[in-house]
């Protein structure tokens, strides 16, 4: 015959809760030290504020850390502008999502907009057409960029962006 036993619970209302493992560890078992413990807080670009954007495409995958440190040349020498990227760029993993500019990204209206080695793609153009000035370089002469740009400029973004910055640094002290 099986006995059966009933046990009534009563709720603890201490509010303590004790919690027993099952296990135990020694200095041994642990192969990990930490060493220390740091928090670091992301920047995100503000692109929808941003009065000027210098964004960068696939254009700029033969040197991507050059191609990323002549947009923050050309937009510091615009008037403190920031970087932008196209989705080809932020899915590469070169730039952080929070630089996409598009219908993935977002979508801006700075008063210029610079695209370098951006093929103009319509995800891309829908987040950046409204712009008010547009400036395309593109070695691709028939890149779509250059059907909503006020300007364009065919040719390899690594020789035009260092004239054009030697340039308005130029014009810049000569005012």
């Known amino acids: ?33 930490v060493l220390s413990v740091e928090k670091a807080a992301e920047k995100l670009v503000d692109l929808i504020g941003a009065d000027v954007i210098v964004s960068v495409g696939r254009g700029i995958s033969k040197d991507v850390n050059k191609g990323i440190e002549l947009a923050e040349q050309l937009a ?8 932008g990227a196209s989705r080809a760029v932020t899915d590469a993993g070169w730039m952080t999502a929070d630089h996409q500019v598009g219908q993935t990204g977002k979508t801006v209206h700075p008063k210029i907009y610079v695209a370098l080695g951006i093929s103009g793609a ?54």
């Open 1 to 33: 015959m099986k006995a059966i036993v009933c046990v009534k619970q009563v709720p603890d209302t201490s509010g303590k809760v004790s919690v027993k493992p099952a296990f135990s560890l020694t200095a041994e078992d642990i192969k990990t030290e």
């Open 122 to 175: 319509i995800q891309h153009t829908a987040g950046m057409q409204d712009s008010e000035c547009i400036i395309a370089v593109n070695k691709n002469e028939g890149a779509p960029i250059f059907g909503v740009a006020d300007y364009g400029i065919v040719g390899d973004l690594f020789k035009v962006v260092p004239e054009l910055i030697k340039q308005i640094e130029a014009a810049k002290a000569a005012l």
């Open 76 to 83: 510091a020498a615009l008037g403190g502008g920031v970087v």
